[in-house]
């Protein structure tokens, strides 16, 4: 708000000076912590009082807030940002303790204010898809979560998301705002890799040139929007029409500040303006298989499901030169790549069983992503490529094969001697018959090393390991555990005859006569089923390297 200085000095506002040194550009995916209250690391209040007052007074912290004197002499703990449009004479109403920072504030501006009448922070959840109120206007509604003011949601017109998250300078009007095409310096058919690589250019250049940091918040927010496919369509289509329908990036989840009314009833404040955004941000670094991949013409997706993690990349940020035939034979990679980056909470509604249900996950931040590749990539992913078309080279034997382990359980070298006399090279794994995209072979290793012989059945391993493990190379099965038998053969013709479930039901009792000990689910964390692993079976020796 621009006032006269006399009027600064009066109002009990920041200075000029210590608002510009905060370098505020509030954005949906680059934001710093001193400008909002971070929710994740806010401290849990205490109390449920409700502060309201008139403010007399706001001074800076040390810790880059400010503090709000109230009329009644509590001094409540505001963002730097938020104190910048506050003044003397404001009304404030906050569910928080004293001198303790809170993310719900609902601010009445001064009646001599001209360009606010009521500002509003609070943390969002889900932001709804845009529609169309009476008047056939466009609108998201974000619900807000943990509401102690009685305002349950917050209605944003789809023209105001338009100017804060789809702009290049805010400052403008959308008629006269340089494309977000012309800030990344790409045209609009390019595809991803290309993106990314002008995106990087154009950092280099913009240090060199010793731009402005407003310049690099907006070249990562171009780039961030052109990136997603989702929101790159919503902003192609605003190019067209500038009244189309603007989505709430990655579904809302954050914390907002608005300027706008409150409704009548008070359960809803509708926005005029949005101030901020800040987004729930993690920083994550962590491997993923190569296999979970699914591979298009220019781009590649990594889901998570136990994680809930989702990343896209492209092959510059990845790069290896890859196409749709790797989902072929990309279950018999076991490469992994360390994804390390920046993931935002994202959410959507999709339909399950008949039902609306809200389907919450992390998604990665394309400007802030970074893939180290393993370095013998290369040559894993040639063996694959080979094993998989002697797949289909050799698919008659391998079905006698597929064919004799249905029957009953057979020892892995019988089956390599088996395979030797069809014609098989030596060097075909014939483990593979039974392995699932999704499984993770480190626990296939881990047993390896711990087994004398290994027998093929059905579908599944089983470990002759002194105790015995039994493994099903698919996603979502545990390990079962059984004994040290008296005989392997024994054992094997009495677990041939049985299921899974008898033995986890014990009928007949099955389980005491299998000696079965449990199961260890692979869970997340595969250290923890390692040490769970060897507490079971007596081994002493940790063979996790």
Same mark, same amino acid.
């Given at each position: 708000?621009?006032?006269?200085?006399?009027?600064?000095?009066?109002s009990?506002?920041?200075?000029?000076?210590?608002? @510009?040194?905060?370098?505020?550009?509030?954005?949906?995916?680059?934001?710093?912590?001193?400008?909002?209250?971070?929710?994740?690391?806010? %401290?849990?209040?205490?109390?449920?009082?409700?502060?309201r007052?008139?403010?007399?007074?706001?001074?800076?912290? %040390?810790?880059?807030?400010?503090?709000?004197? !109230?009329?009644?002499?509590?001094?409540?703990?505001?963002?730097?940002?938020?104190?910048? /449009?506050?003044?003397?004479g404001?009304?404030?109403?906050?569910?928080?303790?004293?001198n303790?920072?809170?993310?719900?504030? @609902?601010?009445?501006?001064?009646?001599?204010?001209?360009?606010?009448?009521?500002?509003?922070?609070?943390?969002?959840?889900?932001?709804?898809?845009?529609?169309?109120?009476?008047? %056939?206007?466009?609108?998201?509604? *974000?619900?807000?979560?943990?509401?102690?003011?009685?305002?349950?949601?917050?209605?944003?017109?789809?023209?105001?998301?338009?100017?804060?998250?789809?702009?290049?300078?805010?400052q403008?009007?959308?008629?006269?705002?340089?494309?977000?095409?012309?800030?990344?310096?790409?045209?609009?058919y390019a595809?991803?890799?290309?993106?990314?690589?002008?995106?990087?250019?154009?950092?280099?250049?913009?240090? %060199?040139?010793?731009?402005?940091?407003?310049?690099?918040k907006?070249?990562?927010?171009?780039?961030?929007?052109?990136? @997603?496919?989702?929101?790159?369509?919503?902003?192609?289509?605003?190019? $067209?029409?500038?009244?189309?329908?603007?989505?709430?990036?990655y579904?809302?989840?954050?914390?907002l500040?608005?300027?706008?009314?409150?409704?009548?009833?008070?359960?809803?404040?509708?926005?005029?303006?949005?101030?901020?955004?800040?987004?729930?941000?993690?920083?994550?670094?962590? @491997?993923?298989?190569?296999r979970?991949?699914?591979?298009?013409?220019?781009?590649?997706?990594?889901?998570?499901?136990?994680?809930?993690?989702?990343?896209?990349?492209?092959q510059?940020?990845?790069?290896?030169?890859?196409?749709?035939?790797?989902?072929?034979?990309? /279950?018999?990679? *076991?490469?992994?790549?360390?994804?390390?980056?920046?993931?935002?909470?994202?959410? $959507?509604?999709?339909?399950q069983?008949?039902?609306?249900?809200?389907?919450e996950?992390?998604s990665?931040?394309?400007?802030?992503?970074?893939?180290? !590749?393993?370095?013998?990539?290369?040559?894993?992913?040639? *063996?694959?490529?080979?094993a998989?078309?002697?797949?289909?080279?050799?698919?008659? #034997?391998?079905?006698?094969?597929? *064919?004799r382990?249905?029957?009953?359980?057979?020892?892995?070298?019988?089956?390599?001697?088996?395979?030797?006399?069809?014609?098989?090279?030596?060097d075909?794994?014939?483990?593979?018959?039974?392995?699932?995209?999704?499984?993770?072979?480190?626990f296939?290793?881990?047993?390896?090393?711990?087994?004398?012989?290994?027998?093929?059945?059905?579908?599944?391993?089983?470990?002759?390991?002194?105790?015995?493990?039994?493994?099903?190379?698919? !996603?979502?099965?545990?390990?079962?555990?059984?004994?040290?038998?008296a005989? #392997?053969?024994?054992?094997?013709? !009495?677990?041939?005859?049985?299921?899974?479930?008898?033995?986890?039901?014990?009928?007949?009792?099955?389980?005491?006569?299998?000696?079965?000990?449990?199961?260890?689910?692979?869970?997340? /964390?595969?250290?923890?089923?390692v040490?769970?692993?060897?507490?079971?079976?007596g081994?002493?020796?940790?063979?996790?390297?």
């Open positions: 708000m621009s006032r006269r200085p006399s009027r600064q000095q009066a009990g506002r920041l200075p000029s000076s210590y608002r @510009h040194s905060q370098g505020l550009t509030p954005f949906a995916f680059v934001i710093r912590s001193a400008q909002m209250p971070a929710l994740a690391s806010s %401290k849990t209040v205490s109390t449920e009082t409700i502060h007052g008139c403010i007399t007074g706001i001074r800076p912290t %040390k810790d880059g807030a400010a503090e709000c004197v !109230l009329s009644q002499g509590a001094a409540v703990l505001l963002s730097a940002f938020l104190a910048t /449009h506050l003044a003397s404001d009304q404030v109403e906050a569910p928080i303790a004293p303790q920072a809170g993310v719900e504030i @609902h601010v009445l501006k001064n009646p001599s204010s001209r360009r606010m009448r009521e500002l509003y922070q609070a943390p969002i959840g889900y932001a709804t898809q845009p529609k169309e109120d009476k008047r %056939k206007e466009l609108f998201v509604t *974000a619900g807000v979560t943990g509401s102690r003011l009685g305002i349950a949601s917050i209605q944003l017109p789809c023209h105001v998301l338009r100017d804060y998250f789809y702009v290049a300078d805010r403008r009007e959308w008629g006269k705002q340089p494309t977000l095409y012309e800030i990344v310096r790409m045209p609009q595809d991803p890799g290309q993106l990314r690589l002008s995106f990087k250019i154009r950092q280099l250049e913009l240090q %060199k040139e010793g731009a402005p940091k407003s310049a690099y907006a070249l990562e927010r171009a780039y961030n929007i052109l990136a @997603h496919p989702e929101l790159r369509a919503c902003y192609d289509a605003l190019l $067209k029409d500038r009244e189309a329908p603007a989505l709430f990036p579904g809302g989840f954050g914390s500040l608005v300027s706008g009314d409150r409704s009548r009833d008070g359960q809803t404040f509708f926005v005029r303006r949005l101030l901020a955004f800040r987004p729930e941000l993690r920083e994550r670094r962590f @491997h993923a298989p190569l979970k991949f699914d591979f298009y013409p220019t781009t590649a997706l990594y889901r998570d499901a136990r994680r809930k993690l989702e990343v896209l990349v492209d510059c940020v990845m790069p290896v030169v890859w196409n749709a035939t790797w989902n072929q034979w990309r /279950h018999l990679v *076991a490469a992994k790549v360390e994804i390390q980056g920046t993931f935002v909470r994202a959410g $959507k509604y999709r339909m069983s008949g039902k609306w249900c809200l389907i996950w992390e990665a931040l394309p400007s802030r992503l970074n893939i180290k !590749l393993p370095a013998n990539l290369q040559e894993q992913l040639v *063996a694959a490529r080979k998989y078309h002697r797949f289909g080279q050799y698919s008659r #034997m391998l079905d006698q094969i597929r *064919a382990i249905e029957r009953g359980p057979v020892e892995k070298r019988e089956l390599e001697r088996m395979l030797g006399q069809l014609g098989v090279p030596g075909f794994d014939v483990a593979q018959l039974t392995w699932r995209p999704d499984y993770d072979p480190f296939y290793r881990q047993l390896c090393q711990r087994a004398r012989r290994l027998y093929l059945f059905h579908n599944e391993y089983i470990f002759d390991a002194g105790a015995v493990a039994v493994e099903t190379p698919q !996603l979502g099965h545990a390990t079962y555990l059984f004994a040290r038998p005989s #392997m053969e024994i054992f094997l013709a !009495l677990y041939a005859k049985t299921s899974k479930e008898a033995i986890r039901e014990n009928r007949d009792n099955i389980a005491a006569r299998l000696g079965f000990l449990g199961r260890i689910v692979h869970g997340v /964390h595969p250290r923890a089923w040490k769970e692993l060897n507490a079971r079976i081994e002493s020796v940790d063979l996790l390297q």
